[in-house]
């Protein structure tokens, strides 16, 4: 298995999409259900920092640029 930490954003992403329809199938083994639950955990958090980290980079540019306005991320609803 490949090292997790090495994923981009969108590597992380299918992995937890793939996850997720696993679970929502709903006729996986409890145990393997955790186990999946937590390596959905860990794929979450690390998109999560990721989009941190492009939130600090953009606002550090455009903060550069003259403008002091902030950059956010619009996230999904």
Same mark, same amino acid.
């Given at each position: 298995?490949?090292? +997790?930490?090495?994923?981009?954003?969108? #590597?992380? =992403?299918?992995?937890?999409?793939?996850?997720?329809?696993?679970?929502?199938?709903?006729?996986?083994?409890?145990? +393997?259900?955790?186990?999946?639950?937590? #390596?959905? =955990?860990k794929l979450s958090k690390m998109c999560g920092d990721k989009l941190h980290n492009v939130q600090e980079q953009m606002t550090k540019i455009m903060n550069e640029q003259g403008q002091l306005e902030t950059f956010e991320v619009q996230e999904e609803e």
């Open positions: 298995m490949e090292n +997790k930490n090495n994923l981009s954003f969108e #590597e992380a =992403m299918l992995e937890l999409e793939t996850i997720v329809e696993k679970l929502e199938k709903g006729d996986v083994p409890l145990e +393997k259900a955790i186990s999946y639950y937590q #390596e959905g =955990m």
